[in-house]
């Protein structure tokens, strides 16, 4: 009886029904959790920590903050049944200790404060510095002698430095740009005349004067910058930190100053939206380690847009062709296969092809075409970022092909009779009524199209990613959309943050805070794919896709 009752359980198949449930609840679970661990560790970065004061049983006073604390392994004994602890502190202060962070152990600490004065000032090199002001200089004329007037001289100087920093700034990519390109442009023109069969002299002439002319504009530009930087170097500012360690650096390399210890709440959290804001929008800095992330995103963005334009085409002709057209027999099943294959491909596989057919095959041939000017300097004969978006797009191509083939087979055959019976071309049967009931399933496709290629970095270190990018693929110099640039990515910003660094343990905070972006620009891409999907299945509810 109590087998048959065992057999009638396992017939119901309600065991498999909650193998089946568990298993999703349980990958949930796991994503969830990922999800939250970025995001805590993502987020956390921007909001300024307090800064914690250990003396310690030495004499010795130690200054940073706080970020770990753990058990010191093989320390447990009666009179520590739980073990001794250690504490992690950031020191920051990296060109006088050589490190960013120390492990403190617990029965060290002797006393423990939060002193109120002490500044954070976060430099454009070596990292922050945690201390406070011991003089300030303008010159050779003395501001602050001490912590409490350099309090209160040091943020109108921190404005002072940051206009002349932003005029700097403003010439060294605009000015300096400007000319830089005009000066390119020329020099190609000149050497293109000097390959021709019959230069033209005077056009040569012109074009040396105009050279000459932009050099002269250079010099009065580049004058100007170094009367800047002087002024920057006449404001020295001399900090100390807890120990009494003096250290002197212009003031003009400060790109900010705060006593974290003082701030109230709505101080801090306007402190935490400026930082955030900061990471968006500003250039990296410190070999990546610190500063913005705003190139990457932007490239990454760039890239999938460019991805999505060339692999929507494709996919979608490929698919009418193979469900609408194609004689349905042992060719199209074998070229199914192929393309179901062609899917599980490695993607390395397709950086290599990419390597070699786009940048070495068609890239030299139009460099040799159209560009021979530049030469023996690739122009497009080398990695960039419209090499690696069609890279990108031939991977996810398949995905594409099986996703729009299932969304045609999904619209009613009714519709495609009825078109016909009404006295519509097999064409215009599929432009008008079979392609828009199709079109979720399309959107379909490019939405894991995006997911997959948005995320892929193998293929992109072969095409044409790089760990900085001089400019970006964008500007206001004809024609604009410069796709033979190299360009930054997030995924290969978070390799190379946290793979490349030297310092790995400092970097590992911008390593989350990028995957955090990463992740919110794929849910972004997705989404508005997503958003575009359901309104054509409402628009088109009648299709059973």
């Known amino acids: 009886m109590q087998t048959f009752r065992v057999k009638r359980f396992l017939d119901s198949g309600s065991l498999w029904i909650w193998f089946c449930g568990g298993a999703l609840g349980l990958s949930l679970l796991m994503i969830g959790g990922l999800l939250i661990l970025i995001l805590v560790n993502g987020m956390g970065y921007f909001w300024p920590k307090d800064l914690i004061q250990f003396t310690l049983n030495t004499g010795e006073v130690v200054l940073g903050e706080w970020v770990d604390t753990e058990t010191i392994p093989d320390t447990v004994s009666s009179d520590h049944p739980k073990g001794l602890t250690r504490v992690q502190l950031k020191v920051g202060n990296r060109d006088l200790y050589g490190l960013d962070f120390r492990w403190i152990d617990q029965v060290d600490i002797v006393k423990e404060e939060y002193p109120l004065d002490v500044f954070v000032f976060e430099r454009r090199e070596w990292g922050k510095f945690f201390g406070r002001i011991h003089e300030i200089y303008d010159g050779d004329v003395r501001v602050a002698s001490n912590h409490k007037e350099g309090v209160t001289v040091v943020f109108l100087l921190l404005e002072r430095t940051n206009t002349i920093q932003q005029k700097i700034h403003d010439i060294e990519y605009g000015e300096f740009g400007e000319l830089n390109h005009y000066l390119e442009q020329s020099r190609l023109a000149l050497r293109s005349l000097e390959m021709g069969e019959y230069p033209d002299s005077d056009e040569q002439a012109m074009i040396e004067d105009q050279i000459q002319e932009y050099e002269r504009m250079y010099e009065v530009q580049n004058t100007a910058v170094m009367a800047l930087y002087d002024e920057l170097a006449q404001l020295q500012i001399t900090v100390m930190d807890v120990a009494g360690e003096e250290k002197t650096f212009p003031l003009g390399t400060l790109?900010?100053?705060?006593?974290?210890?003082?701030?109230?709440?709505?101080?801090?959290?306007?402190?935490?939206?400026?930082?955030?804001?900061?990471?968006?929008?500003?250039?990296?800095?410190?070999?990546?380690?610190?500063?913005?992330?705003?190139?990457?995103?932007?490239?990454?963005?760039?890239?999938?847009?460019?991805?999505?334009?060339?692999?929507?085409?494709?996919?979608?002709?490929?698919?009418?062709?193979?469900?609408?057209?194609?004689?349905?027999?042992?060719?199209?099943?074998?070229?199914?296969?192929?393309?179901?294959?062609?899917?599980?491909?490695?993607?390395?596989?397709?950086?290599?092809?990419?390597?070699?057919?786009?940048?070495?095959?068609?890239?030299?041939?139009?460099?040799?075409?159209?560009?021979?000017?530049?030469?023996?300097?690739?122009?497009?004969?080398?990695?960039?970022?419209?090499?690696?978006?069609?890279?990108?797009?031939?991977?996810?191509?398949?995905?594409?092909?099986?996703?729009?083939?299932?969304?045609?087979?999904?619209?009613?055959?009714?519709?495609?009779?009825?078109?016909?019976?009404?006295?519509?071309?097999?064409?215009?049967?599929?432009?008008?009524?079979?392609?828009?009931?199709?079109?979720?399933?399309?959107?379909?496709?490019?939405?894991?199209?995006?997911?997959?290629?948005?995320?892929?970095?193998?293929?992109?270190?072969?095409?044409?990613?790089?760990?900085?990018?001089?400019?970006?693929?964008?500007?206001?110099?004809?024609?604009?959309?410069?796709?033979?640039?190299?360009?930054?990515?997030?995924?290969?910003?978070?390799?190379?943050?946290?793979?490349?660094?030297?310092?790995?343990?400092?970097?590992?905070?911008?390593?989350?805070?990028?995957?955090?972006?990463?992740?919110?620009?794929?849910?972004?891409?997705?989404?508005?794919?997503?958003?575009?999907?359901?309104?054509?299945?409402?628009?088109?509810?009648?299709?059973?896709?």
């Not at 995103?297 to 999938?304: K, R």
């Open 255 to 545: 790109l900010g100053v705060w006593m974290p210890n003082s701030l109230d709440v709505g101080q801090k959290l306007s402190l935490y939206v400026q930082n955030f804001w900061e990471v968006l929008s500003e250039e990296p800095r410190e070999a990546n380690t610190e500063g913005g992330i705003f190139p990457a995103i932007f490239g990454t963005v760039l890239m999938v847009v460019i991805m999505s334009i060339a692999v929507v085409p494709f996919g979608v002709l490929a698919a009418i062709y193979l469900k609408e057209y194609a004689k349905q027999g042992v060719v199209t099943k074998m070229i199914r296969i192929a393309v179901n294959n062609l899917a599980g491909v490695p993607s390395i596989v397709f950086g290599v092809f990419g390597l070699g057919f786009f940048v070495y095959a068609v890239g030299g041939t139009l460099d040799q075409l159209f560009f021979a000017e530049s030469l023996p300097n690739p122009t497009f004969g080398t990695g960039g970022i419209f090499w690696a978006s069609l890279t990108l797009a031939l991977m996810t191509v398949p995905v594409v092909i099986v996703a729009t083939e299932e969304g045609l087979s999904a619209v009613p055959r009714e519709y495609r009779e009825g078109s016909l019976g009404l006295g519509a071309t097999k064409w215009e049967a599929l432009r008008h009524v079979v392609l828009p009931c199709a079109m979720p399933g399309i959107l379909t496709g490019l939405i894991l199209a995006v997911s997959r290629a948005t995320g892929e970095v193998a293929p992109l270190m072969l095409t044409g990613v790089v760990k900085l990018a001089p400019s970006l693929p964008i500007d206001g110099f004809f024609p604009f959309l410069h796709l033979d640039r190299k360009f930054m990515h997030l995924g290969f910003h978070i390799y190379d943050v946290g793979f490349q660094s030297p310092n790995v343990e400092a970097a590992m905070p911008m390593v989350y805070v990028t995957t955090f972006i990463l992740v919110f620009v794929v849910l972004v891409l997705n989404m508005a794919a997503i958003v575009l999907r359901t309104r054509m299945r409402r628009r088109y509810a009648g299709s059973s896709v």
